[in-house]
């Protein structure tokens, strides 16, 4: 009954900005971490960036860092990427996900989630 709902991708220009959202529905549940992967045509789904609930603390994938930031509101179980200075590689459907229990491994792997969203297309052109 849990569902991801993601919104906010578009068709941006490269060094743009764009902010995608991914809120919570259904029946509570535990959070542990959020995520957000990204999936491009023919490429398999890549992580992104994670967020633990609890504490805050964050991790990005290397091509993301300095450029998007992940962050929650804990009393909404909302999750944002601000994405800025946006590049055509960026341009993928992103995902977003979300882990009930800890992860024994890393939270960069899909196994460390449980519930996805339907994902968003962001596109960025030249």
């Known amino acids: 009954q849990v569902q991801l709902v993601e919104s906010g991708g578009s068709v941006v220009q490269a060094g743009g900005s764009l902010r995608l959202s991914c809120a919570a529905s259904g029946r509570p549940f535990s959070t542990y971490a959020m995520g957000w992967f990204r999936q491009a045509p023919g490429k398999e789904r890549e992580f992104v960036a994670t967020?633990?609930?609890?504490?805050?603390?964050?991790d990005y994938t290397d091509s993301v860092k300095g450029r998007f930031t992940i962050s929650r509101d804990n009393f909404k179980y909302t999750v944002y990427l601000q994405m800025n200075s946006l590049k055509p590689e960026d341009t993928a459907v992103y995902f977003c996900?979300?882990?009930?229990?800890?992860?024994?491994?890393?939270?960069?792997?899909?196994?460390?989630?449980?519930?996805w969203g339907q994902g968003t297309q962001v596109t960025v052109s030249s």
């Open positions: 996900a979300a882990g009930a229990r800890r992860h024994t491994g890393s939270y960069y792997s899909t196994a460390a989630y449980d519930y």
């Open positions: 967020i633990l609930w609890s504490s805050g603390s964050t």
